[in-house]
């Protein structure tokens, strides 16, 4: 990636990486991304991220899904086509359950996957262009978001001095 | 996280981030042993073999099968709440012991979840042959018709086709989700090709962003969170099948959490089965340590324990409701003409699983695979125990009958047990059997040779 | 680390004080109001399996954590721990019953011409009926006994043979609990209908149990820390403490469900009786009973931030006290007082009454040690627990 505007620093280990991101905050940079081959513990603290708001989706859409199911089986056995059933009412709060649940939880699970891929952009392609392949491997990757001059660059490397990285550039 | 040394290390020998990534998808990377070759035949041909009964069952109608007036369900539903309560370990390992934190189940959700997929999808085969006509599949579900007649919302019949889709939905669903970092690490390890086209197009574009890992933590926490009573439901369901009858031996409130248990019971003993093999095929032994085996075979006693719990229960109230037909079903069941179906019951579940106490039998490779499919044969028969000995003997005397499966139905256990076992063979060859991410997450916590770098930061 | 708690010559006053004067007062209804030997007996019944329940699912509680080599839960374990103790005190309560077997076994009455209950004879009967209960509670005093003692070796020393001698205990007292609290619960409270009978009830109960004593566990954690001990305890335990109540609530609804549905859809008049009984006649604390055990912590701790909220849980959990405390009332009271059985003021003394004497014995046994088991071989991971 040539045409960048930011600063990339590549780690070996997450040790550093969280000492290197507590530092560039702690020195008011912006750091524009970090990306790593799995979650690092204690990350998403050192960057303040705001708590996803995943479930608060899941919820709306379970509740949604729990009316829908529960109106709906009551729509049918007692509007639409009323039938006794062994000897069952019309209205047999106990045998929705069952379907409102099911359909509750498919609901709520379906539209919190749904909001992960949305949200986090994720969609079939048929290209990809990895900053760095061995990110899904071994290496930790921080973007500061910062032009990428001579300036900058010496900058950041003064702030990261004395933690172990594998490349500024 | 700090680790107390106490615990067992759940990654052996001295590994890097580097070598996991290889180490994990080696085997699948190079070109597949004889031996893999070998069992993909043996699978396959189970597979068309019950293929073809399938066929020939659709095509001369269910007259094929042993069934008879009086034992009206025998083989096949057996065989399907066999297959569904294998299918609920995965889940189990990936949700519930996600939510307690279990660790060590890292290395193993990945395969576990798939053989739940593969098995639920060999059990949704079952009501789809025994409704006889398989392109009219669509009744079961509640869609508008010119009849104006909906499916019967009071029949657990109907939870059951929902409570099934939803849970292979969400299982599917889950699955896909942890898999799409690890396929983004194989898109990357793979230089070019048709190969690498495929696996970027399933990998969804993933590139391990912060922020994308704490969206895909917390989706992951919260799937388990809704997929747990989600298992608990399943089970429920089509324990109620049986439970929400008035027969005698099937009517008993406790159905729904001991069905639960033995389900789980089943499909740990299903995975230990699996991993035990292919660990070793693999070279897997760092990841999937004797002491994830042990802690597997820990499980099989909680739940066996459960389960004998229950077979405890239903014999003692069958006596103490003073019901003389609940009392005559259970006796029929333990000492009737089905009394061999109990006795290899009662062995396999109850007191083989009890042998586990045992430190010696419980960390050891060979028992605990020989005993899976211990388990595995005890919990078919107890499913065949429940069903067929509480309808063999009615209430009306003259009904009284024994049942005997026909080969065809043999075949359908066969032939399911083929399509589970290619579906597996092939998952392996197409995707990591452990998830490489969630691995390298607990590699600094939870190694035994710690690599470099402090392993408690914080 | 070696904190200690002080129970101070004022709680003891105010415990003893409120204890006796709730003894005077239900003594006073007793003799004065007259409100029948089954309501005295069916209430004394009702909260010997309440307090009981704390103290085994407090057993349970250390049991299956010290088995599952659980570590977050290191530094609130002399909680349960201290519970535990209440047990040899439920055990003389419970022999009390013997007094009023009449007025609340009807399968005591040897008069009584009702082939389903002669049937029984064989497991309900008095003699055996006080058989299991000293089996049930020698089981249950010697394992506790053992768990207990063994924390104590594990305060002086720190040698790991402690620590896994104490699982073997504890897989000891789980596989005896989960048999014997099964069996007493069919002793104790499934007989009071002596013709009804449901597989699940024993399981329904324990799970009842552990819902009450994980509420406790934490309403403990509240009063403690608002003294100013427990400092170590932070918002990451509680919110596993929420997590645990959040869920196994729900596994409460699931088996409360579980066991009315397939009565319910069985329709097998002996079967339906119990709940009969219950919805007609006390239909709105049939309703209050899973309205308050299934909605409240549902709604309650559903989101992140009311599950790091220990106030907020707190209440909760007092809630789900009362709750369960409930759930008890209706398995008992409709059988083991009749029809005519209420909640009234001597109920609710004689509750508080049971409730002081089972914080005095638990804050009693709580200040005897230090409040963290220091060598413990987890307690690091519970000091650096993150939720």
């Known amino acids: ?169 | 996280m700090f680790q107390s040394p106490v615990r067992d290390p759940l990654i052996e020998g001295s590994n890097t981030y580097k070598s996991i990534t290889s180490d994990i998808l080696n085997p699948m990377m190079n070109k597949a042993s004889k031996y893999w070759y070998m069992g993909m035949t043996l699978a396959t041909m189970a597979m068309f073999f019950g293929l073809f009964m399938i066929f020939w069952t659709v095509w001369q109608g269910i007259g094929t099968w042993g069934e008879n007036r009086t034992v009206g369900w025998a083989f096949e539903i057996t065989t399907f709440v066999w297959w569904i309560g294998i299918g609920h370990a995965g889940t189990f390992i990936s949700a519930i012991l996600l939510l307690f934190r279990q660790k060590w189940r890292n290395s193993i959700n990945r395969s576990a979840e798939a053989m739940t997929i593969f098995a639920v999808i060999c059990a949704a085969l079952f009501p789809l042959i025994h409704l006889g006509r398989p392109l009219l599949t669509f009744f079961i579900f509640p869609y508008p018709n010119t009849r104006g007649l909906w499916v019967n919302f009071n029949s657990p019949l109907v939870w059951d086709v929902f409570a099934i889709s939803t849970y292979f939905t969400i299982s599917l669903v889950f699955w896909y989700v942890g898999l799409i970092p690890d396929i983004g690490t194989l898109r990357d390890k793979i230089g070019k090709g048709v190969k690498k086209t495929i696996y970027t197009f399933l990998s969804f574009g993933w590139k391990g962003s912060a922020r994308d890992w704490h969206r895909h933590e917390v989706s992951s926490i919260m799937l388990a969170a809704i997929a747990t009573p989600l298992v608990l439901s399943v089970h429920s369901i089509v324990s109620m099948d049986f439970a929400s009858s008035i027969v005698p031996g099937w009517h008993t409130t406790i159905f729904p959490p001991y069905f639960v248990a033995g389900a789980i019971f089943s499909g740990f003993a299903m995975v230990q089965t699996l991993l035990i093999i292919a660990r070793k095929a693999m070279g897997l032994e760092d990841f999937i340590t004797k002491s994830h085996i042990e802690n597997m075979n820990k499980i099989l006693i909680a739940t066996g324990s459960i389960v004998a719990l229950a077979y405890g229960t239903e014999m003692f109230m069958s006596w103490y409701s003073g019901n003389e037909y609940e009392h005559y079903a259970f006796m029929n069941r333990a000492t009737g003409p089905y009394w061999w179906a109990y006795v290899i019951m009662i062995t396999c579940n109850v007191l083989s699983s009890q042998l586990l106490w045992l430190k010696k039998l419980r960390t050891s490779l060979v028992f605990t695979f020989f005993l899976s499919i211990v388990i595995n044969i005890g919990m078919w028969f107890e499913r065949f125990v429940i069903i067929v000995t509480s309808l063999h003997r009615d209430f009306l005397t003259s009904s009284w009958t024994m049942y005997k499966p026909t080969i065809v139905e043999y075949g359908l256990l066969i032939g399911t047990l083929g399509i589970f076992f290619t579906a597996f063979l092939l998952f392996i060859r197409i995707f990591p059997v452990i998830s490489i991410a969630e691995v390298k997450s607990i590699l600094k916590t939870g190694s035994r040779n710690q690599p470099k770098g402090d392993s408690h930061h914080e | 680390m070696d904190e200690q708690f002080d129970f101070k010559t004022r709680y003891r006053n105010i415990l003893l004080i409120v204890l006796g004067a709730c003894f005077f007062i239900s003594l006073g209804i007793i003799l004065i109001a007259k409100p029948g030997a089954s309501r005295i007996w069916a209430n004394v019944l009702l909260n010997n399996q309440y307090f009981l329940g704390l103290s085994l699912g407090a057993g349970f509680f250390l049991a299956i954590h010290r088995l599952a080599l659980s570590g977050w839960h290191t530094l609130i374990q002399r909680i349960p721990d201290a519970m535990t103790t209440f047990i040899p005190v439920a055990f003389i309560l419970m022999l009390l019953i013997y007094f009023g077997m009449h007025h609340l076994y009807i399968w005591t009455d040897n008069t009584l011409a009702d082939a389903v209950i002669e049937g029984k004879k064989g497991w309900l009967n008095i003699p055996f009926f006080f058989t299991r209960i000293v089996l049930y509670f020698i089981g249950w005093i010697a394992f506790s006994w053992l768990m207990r003692q063994n924390y104590s070796s594990l305060m002086t020393s720190s040698d790991i043979k402690y620590y896994n001698r104490g699982r073997m205990f504890a897989g000891l007292f789980l596989a005896f609990y989960a048999i014997t609290v099964s069996a007493s619960s069919w002793d104790w409270i499934m007989s009071l209908d002596a013709r009804w009978y449901s597989t699940l009830f024993g399981w329904y109960v324990l799970i009842g149990m552990f819902v009450t004593s994980l509420a406790f566990i934490t309403l403990m954690i509240w009063f403690l820390k608002r003294l100013g001990y427990l400092k170590f305890v932070r918002i990451d335990h509680v919110h596993d403490m929420a997590i645990y109540m959040f869920a196994f609530s729900i596994f409460w609804t699931y088996q409360w469900f579980a066991q009315y549905e397939l009565i319910w859809y069985g329709h097998l008049p002996e079967e339906t009786s119990y709940y009969i009984t219950r919805v007609h006649h006390f239909n709105v604390i049939f309703f209050i009973n899973l309205g308050v055990n299934f909605l409240v912590p549902f709604f309650g701790l559903i989101t992140y931030n009311s599950k790091r909220n220990l106030n907020w849980v707190a209440l909760i959990a007092a809630i789900l006290l009362v709750g369960h405390w409930l759930d008890y009332w209706l398995m008992i009271m409709p059988a083991g007082a009749g029809e005519k059985a209420t909640i009234g003021v001597f109920e609710i003394c004689m509750t508080i009454m049971y409730a002081c004497l089972f914080l005095f014995i638990v804050l009693k046994s709580l200040s005897a040690r230090p409040l963290v088991v220091k060598n413990d071989p987890f307690i690091k991971e519970s000091l650096n627990y993150e939720s």
């Open chain 1, 1 to 169: 990636m040539s045409d960048t505007s930011y600063i990339t620093i590549s780690f070996e280990d997450e040790i550093p990486l969280l000492q290197a991101v507590r530092k560039l905050r702690e020195n008011k940079e912006i750091i524009k991304d970090v990306l790593s081959p799995f979650p690092v513990h204690g990350l998403d603290e050192a960057l303040s991220m705001k708590r996803t708001r995943i479930p608060v989706v899941g919820f709306i859409f379970g509740a949604l899904g729990a009316v829908l199911a529960f109106g709906f089986q009551a729509w049918v056995f007692t509007v639409s086509y009323p039938l006794i059933i062994g000897g069952k009412p019309f209205f047999s709060v106990p045998t929705f359950v069952p379907i409102t649940f099911e359909v509750t939880v498919l609901f709520a699970g379906l539209s919190m996957v749904a909001a992960l891929l949305i949200r986090s952009r994720l969609k079939p392609e048929i290209t990809f262009t990895p900053l760095d392949v061995r990110i899904t491997d071994d290496r930790f990757v921080i973007l500061v978001d910062t032009p990428d001059n001579d300036a900058s660059l010496e900058r950041v490397k003064s702030i990261l001095s004395g933690i172990q990285t594998v490349e500024i550039k």
